[in-house]
T-cell receptor, first 111, second 111 residues
Framework: EPEVTQTPSHQVTQMGQEVILRCVPISNHLYFYWYRQILGQKVEFLVSFYNNEISEKSEIFDDQFSVERPDGSNFTLKIRSTKLEDSAMYFC?????????FGPGTRLLVL | GEDVEQSLFLSVREGDSSVINCTYTDSSSTYLYWYKQEPGAGLQLLTYIFSNMDMKQDQRLTVLLNKKDKHLSLRIADTQTGDSAIYFCAETIRGRRALTFGSGTRLQVQP
C-alpha cells in the first residue's frame, strides 16, 4: 500500500540554524501539506501546496518557513533560522481529493 | 474561527464498545474525519464522513454526525487492546483543504 515517507525521523539543531525536512508524498497525489504538533498541543496546519505553489497557509507559516517541490517526488519544508518554539513533530501529508494521508513525522528539537 | 473539541481520556474493557465524542463550531464543515495515532507513529486515517450524511459504518467503526448539534462520534465495536491509541477528530470547511484537529482522546483498553 502506498504511503507517505519522511526523513529524517529525528533532527536536533541549534537555535538559529536552518533545517530542511523532507517528505515523499504518495506518487499520484497532487496536494501536499505540512502540519506540526508541539508536545501536548493540537496538530496545527502550516501550509498546503498544489500545482507548484502555495494554495493555503496559516498564521504560523511566516517568512521563516518555505516549501519546495524540488523534483517530481520530494516535498520539503525549510525553516530558515530555527527558534526554540519550533521544536515539534512535523507531519507531511498528501491527498488526491478529500482524504489526507500522513507520514510518520519528523521530531525536531531546537536547542 | 473554527474550533474542534474532544474529551481527553476514555477507558473501556476489552470486548466493550467505545464511543469517542467530538464537537465542532463551524457550520460550514464539509468533511469530518477520524484519525488514530499510536505511540511514536503518524496519523492513520480511520474513516471520514461527508457533512450531508448522518451515519457511516465501516466494519467495527460507526461514525454518527449530528449536524444540528455540531456533534460527531466514533463508535468502535468489540474494542481490542490494539485499539489503544489517541483518536483525533478533524474537519475541513468549505473552500479550504486545511484540516482543523481536536486535541485528541486517549483510549485505554483494559484486558
Amino acid at each position: 500500500e502506498p504511503e507517505v515517507t519522511q526523513t529524517p525521523s529525528h533532527q536536533v539543531t541549534q537555535m538559529g540554524q536552518e533545517v530542511i525536512l523532507r517528505c515523499v508524498p504518495i506518487s499520484n497525489h497532487l496536494y501536499f501539506y505540512w502540519y506540526r504538533q508541539i508536545l501536548g498541543q493540537k496538530v496545527e496546519f502550516l501550509v498546503s501546496f498544489y500545482n507548484n505553489e502555495i494554495s493555503e497557509k496559516s498564521e504560523i507559516f511566516d517568512d521563516q518557513f518555505s516549501v519546495e517541490r524540488p523534483d517530481g517526488s520530494n516535498f520539503t519544508l525549510k525553516i530558515r533560522s530555527t527558534k526554540l518554539e519550533d521544536s515539534a513533530m512535523y507531519f507531511c501529508a498528501s491527498s488526491d481529493r478529500e482524504t489526507q494521508y500522513f507520514g510518520p513525522g519528523t521530531r525536531l528539537l531546537v536547542l | 474561527g473554527e474550533d474542534v473539541e474532544q474529551s481527553l481520556f476514555l477507558s473501556v474493557r476489552e470486548g466493550d464498545s467505545s464511543v469517542i465524542n467530538c464537537t465542532y463550531t463551524d457550520s460550514s464543515s464539509t468533511y469530518l474525519y477520524w484519525y488514530k495515532q499510536e505511540p511514536g507513529a503518524g496519523l492513520q486515517l480511520l474513516t471520514y464522513i461527508f457533512s450531508n450524511m448522518d451515519m457511516k459504518q465501516d466494519q467495527r467503526l460507526t461514525v454518527l454526525l449530528n449536524k444540528k448539534d455540531k456533534h460527531l462520534s466514533l463508535r468502535i465495536a468489540d474494542t481490542q487492546t490494539g485499539d489503544s491509541a489517541i483518536y483525533f477528530c478533524a474537519e475541513t470547511i468549505r473552500g479550504r483543504r486545511a484540516l482543523t484537529f481536536g486535541s485528541g482522546t486517549r483510549l485505554q483498553v483494559q484486558p
